[in-house]
Nanobody
Framework: VQLQASGGGLVQAGGSLRLSCAPSERTDRVYPVGWFRQAPGKEREFVAAISTSAISREYADSVKGRFTISRDNAKNTVYLQMNSLIPEDTALYYC??????????????????WGQGTQVTVSS
């Protein structure tokens, strides 16, 4: 499965962006999905994850109350709504999926498939 992440861009602090993650090719199968980010000079870190049914969700402490992960299984797309953005949110954002984890995972090594990343830049 190849994933495609989109929706990044340049935004001022306090602004919002919505990222999307979908398979590059049409498939009816849905998987748990995680969002991760990597800032220059830093390790990749967990942001949010969602189970296939969307009943279970998890967030990094740094984004709780500001970011919301959701999914539309009819479109096989997972979203990351990012509000109240701060400069520290600047990073390359990746989505990832796996058929082996339930309900989801917060460690990047547990995911099998990754998107190419979409850049989010928050100016002060």
């Amino acid at each position: 499965v190849q994933l495609q992440a989109s929706g990044g861009g340049l935004v001022q602090a306090g602004g919002s962006l919505r990222l999307s993650c979908a398979p590059s090719e049409r498939t009816d199968r849905v998987y748990p999905v995680g969002w991760f980010r990597q800032a220059p000079g830093k390790e990749r870190e967990f942001v949010a994850a969602i189970s296939t049914s969307a009943i279970s969700r998890e967030y990094a402490d740094s984004v709780k109350g500001r970011f919301t992960i959701s999914r539309d299984n009819a479109k096989n797309t997972v979203y990351l709504q990012m509000n109240s953005l701060i400069p520290e949110d600047t990073a390359l954002y990746y989505c990832a999926a796996s058929s082996k984890i339930r309900p989801f995972a917060i460690r990047d090594r547990e995911y099998d498939w990754w998107g190419q990343g979409t850049q989010v830049t928050v100016s002060s």
